[in-house]
């Protein structure tokens, strides 16, 4: 378990905190491995009923770790096993209890793309939503590709998508987005108060209830490994390296 996921468990509310907030809370296969073990160990929890993702510090998280990353994909993995994303995408995926992120700050690429696989979205006033992957030369992940469009719609998701923008908190409500916002001074003991209402709910009748809302798990799980494909190639890519230099330099990408 490394240090930058802290997993606390009381109340029957389990909540995943990514603490690495010098790093504006950016993910590393480490943290990742670290999220899917505390997911799967919820998921056969009996006396877990809700899990809560929270970011430490100003920021919910602002995406994964580009030069860890981009080590992995340049390395090769060193065994058969899958790598720690893909099964941490795959434990939210199949989690059969209800998921929250609350997020208290900035939620960047797989910021905005993690709560497409939570159940419930609180949001700080403060919060902010950007899946900037074209701007870095890569490609939508955890099959965002597929829930976005059906979440917001093609056009709202193309615009998230195509132009990087940033979403203000309200924007996001407005869009479907987010499932409530509150102020900044409240955000967390709100959220945990409605962690609390959902753990406290029928277990059998919440499982039921998520499992009805969300009939496309196989389908979901099928973009997810087109999507993945196409992003460790991309990370290979000059575009990707391109980008990533020019943002160390602060300045336009220039993509002949």
Do not use: W
Not at 117 to 137: I, N, Q, R, W
């Amino acid at each position: 378990m490394t240090d930058f996921i802290r997993v606390e468990h009381a109340d029957r509310i389990t909540t995943v905190t990514l603490a690495r907030a010098d790093k504006k809370n950016a993910i590393t296969q480490a943290m990742y491995a670290a999220m899917a073990d505390a997911v799967n160990a919820y998921g056969t929890d009996d006396d877990a009923r809700a899990l809560m993702f929270i970011g430490e510090g100003d920021y919910f998280t602002s995406g994964n770790d580009l030069k860890d990353f981009a080590m992995a994909a340049n390395g090769g993995a060193d065994n058969d096993d899958l790598p720690p994303v893909i099964r941490f995408l795959h434990a939210i995926k199949d989690c059969r209890k209800p998921l929250i992120a609350a997020v208290n700050g900035p939620a960047i690429g797989v910021g905005l793309t993690l709560t497409l696989h939570c159940d419930l979205v609180y949001a700080a006033e403060s919060a902010t939503f950007a899946a900037p992957f074209v701007k870095l030369g890569l490609v939508p992940e955890a099959a965002s590709s597929m829930l976005l469009p059906a979440a917001i719609g093609m056009a709202a998701a193309s615009d998230v998508f195509m132009t990087g923008r940033i979403l203000e908190s309200h924007e996001a409500l407005r869009m479907g987005l987010v499932s409530r916002v509150f102020a900044d001074s409240d955000f967390a003991s709100e959220a945990r108060t409605l962690a609390a209402t959902v753990a406290q709910a029928a277990p059998q009748a919440m499982r039921h209830t998520k499992a009805l809302m969300r009939t496309q798990t196989d389908t979901i799980g099928e973009v997810m490994e087109t999507e993945g494909k196409i992003f460790a190639d991309q990370l290979r890519s000059p575009e990707f390296m391109e980008s990533v230099s020019a943002m160390a330099q602060k300045r336009a990408a220039v993509h002949p």
